[in-house]
């Protein structure tokens, strides 16, 4: 199953259809290229993957 998800992201307008299972680690690095955050952990206590949100 998939979700229709709209964003802004580095001063750019983003829609993108993710599928379910999809983790924001794995979007930002997968289908959008955006190497700079990493897996640390893979549970999320370290940060490594933290990813910064700004309203």
């Known amino acids: 199953m998939t979700t229709k998800i709209s964003f ?21 690095r997968e289908e959008l290229n955006l ?3 990493k897996e640390g952990c893979g549970n999320g206590e370290c940060g490594a993957c933290t990813v910064i949100v700004d309203k």
């Open 8 to 28: 802004l992201l580095n001063n750019n307008n983003i829609s993108y259809e993710v599928q379910d299972h999809w983790t924001l680690l794995y979007l930002l």
């Open 35 to 37: 190497i700079g955050t």
